[in-house]
């Protein structure tokens, strides 16, 4: 009988991807993928290692995993994943719990360490980080209808705050061709959504064709049959150019969804936190986005309680929220990092003001939210349907990102997966009402 694996993924879709690459080779090695992680004789946890809360979530998951050596059928435990990559003979030599450890630069070996963890050899493989490519094969752990298309991996900005570049290396984009063949054989697989997916998405290219190219990656995935939407995640306001947004007008296919992390709007704060970009370009962006794509839906994060916030700084930033009536916002205390150009300045604000400053600008964009998403009412669009009650299903249109944005309740049943033409007839905060038309 084939030994059982289980995988916990954690942190972002990028990693989520990863993960189905893992198990999609263990599964070609022959081991039995199981949902249970009381099952499993083998459990993976991809970890993320982005801030403190998601460092201390790994080492917990971790820790939780290896109780299943007592209840369950557990004979080896992996790390993967970000944070091993980070610590890497920090973690081997302070968790003796794990069996084995695959950092981001080698999770492709992933058979070998299980291999080696079930033999009591604990492997451990800490390589450059490979672009995934078709050569892989992935078990999707998405709904069958919608999958993330990974189209580039590491990064080149040098953002003050963050260690993604420390964990997953410089920006390496995969080819065109590589990404088209397999947003083909996701698509013929029943997926209908494609969440394009990188450090940068709006860079993608540069480093293989001379220039950021997304634009023609977007002509390329209009010509897949069958293909519903195709949406933008992880965007720049630097490479959010006139080409890029006449495309994401002209092609059908794109949804007029932009995700574009801002991080803050005052141009000191910005200017610390080393992002490329200043106030000025962010206005001319969303503004030409919203001239052009009247209906598009923006969505935008920040950091709140980065060193030398003050709190006109912080006001700059409400007054952004206020202005700019962005469809979806995320707020993130500021966590410091070892190995970032920020760790020298230390963390000076108290965790009590960071949070109350995270919880005025949420309760600034929940004000606002009715407002914002109310200019959808009498609007007819599709939506995936993704739950069913006994009288009203669930569904998710252009509007919304899977996992982080609303939902759209549609009266009456429908089949999850079934996409349903439907008109907006009221907003719930963060989610729309409406009804099926014919």
Request: glycine share 8%; net charge negative.
């Amino acid at each position: 009988m084939a030994t059982r694996v289980g995988m916990v993924s954690l942190g972002c879709p990028k990693n989520r991807v990863d993960s189905e690459v893992m198990l999609g080779l263990l599964e070609q090695a022959g081991y039995q993928l199981t949902p249970e992680a009381k099952d499993a004789e083998v459990l993976i946890v991809n970890t993320c290692g982005f801030i403190t809360s998601a460092k201390q979530e790994s080492i917990d998951t971790i820790l939780e995993m290896n109780q299943y050596r007592e209840t369950g059928q557990l004979k080896a435990l992996v790390m993967a994943g970000c944070l091993s990559q980070r610590y890497q003979q920090h973690l081997w030599d302070d968790l003796p719990e794990v069996d084995a450890m695959v950092g981001t630069g080698e999770f492709h070996r992933i058979v070998e360490a299980v291999d080696g963890a079930l033999k009591g050899a604990r492997p451990s493989f800490w390589g450059e980080m490979p672009v995934s490519g078709m050569e892989s094969p992935r078990r999707l752990t998405t709904p069958f209808y919608t999958a993330y298309l990974k189209i580039a991996e590491g990064c080149d900005h040098a953002c003050a705050f963050c260690a993604i570049p420390k964990m997953r290396g410089g920006y390496r984009s995969r080819p065109l061709a590589d990404i088209v063949t397999e947003a083909r054989q996701l698509v013929a697989s029943g997926v209908r959504e494609l969440v394009l997916i990188a450090q940068d998405s709006t860079i993608w290219g540069h480093d293989l064709y001379g220039h950021p190219q997304l634009p023609r990656l977007l002509y390329a995935l209009q010509e897949i049959p069958d293909l519903l939407w195709v949406r933008i995640m992880y965007s720049y306001p630097t490479q959010v150019t006139p080409e890029l947004v006449r495309a994401m007008r002209d092609l059908p296919v794109v949804a007029p969804y932009l995700d574009m992390p801002l991080q803050h709007a005052h141009p000191d704060l910005l200017k610390h936190m080393g992002r490329p970009f200043r106030r000025e370009k962010t206005d001319r962006v969303l503004k030409m986005v919203r001239d052009a794509i009247p209906d598009v839906t923006l969505r935008t994060t920040f950091i709140v309680g980065f060193p030398g916030e003050t709190e006109e700084h912080f006001e700059t930033l409400l007054q952004f929220i206020e202005e700019m009536r962005f469809d979806h916002v995320g707020v993130f205390t500021y966590s410091p990092e070892e190995g970032t150009r920020a760790e020298p300045l230390g963390d000076p604000i108290p965790e009590v003001v960071k949070e109350k400053r995270r919880r005025r600008a949420m309760l600034t964009q929940r004000k606002l939210v009715g407002e914002v998403r109310g200019r959808h009412i009498g609007r007819v669009m599709p939506v995936i349907i993704e739950e069913v009650g006994d009288t009203v299903s669930v569904g998710r249109g252009a509007t919304d990102a899977p996992g982080i944005d609303g939902v759209t309740y549609v009266k009456g049943v429908f089949k999850v997966g079934q996409v349903v033409p439907v008109r907006v007839n009221g907003v719930r905060e963060y989610d729309l009402l409406a009804e099926a038309v014919e």
